[in-house]
């Protein structure tokens, strides 16, 4: 069932079992806000587990290992996808507070890249401790970390 993400009200609905459900629900927030205000787009979820979930899960998993190796040892708790102005958006929210998502233009030499965000309180997790982390302040998620890749394969 989705999960439609009020960033004016808050919910840690779905990430409950997260020890930053709050931080992570803010970064959630954040990510609904800035798809509300760019593109007029309702952002929605999917429990990791539906089948829906699983797709987009098993994607966002395929790019990072097959670009860079990346096995995330947290367990996905909500995914969702989204075509907008030809860009493929996937992002996948982890039990952690790790936000994943994989930007994909769908037209040959387009923007294609992985976005890692850490929610506040989360330590950088093992598998992307090579990665440098940016600061930025949210109203909703407090402090985000944030870092990417450039996606090189065709996917």
Known sequence: ???????TTVSTEGLESSPVGA???GLRA??????????DHVFTTEKATSAKGKKI???????????RGIVIA?????????VLDGVRWSYVFYESG?????LYTLEDKGKRAVGFKL???MDVPEELSAFKFARQKSKLAGTIRGSYFVVKGEY
């Open 1 to 7: 069932m989705a999960h439609v993400v009020d960033f």
């Open 23 to 25: 931080a992570l629900a």
């Open 30 to 39: 954040n990510e609904a806000r800035y798809f509300a205000n760019k593109y």
């Open 57 to 67: 899960v098993a994607y966002v998993a395929k790019v990072l290992e097959d670009e």
């Open 74 to 82: 947290s367990p996905p708790l909500e995914a969702t996808e989204m």
């Open 98 to 102: 790790l936000s994943i998502n994989v």
């Open 119 to 121: 929610s506040d309180g």
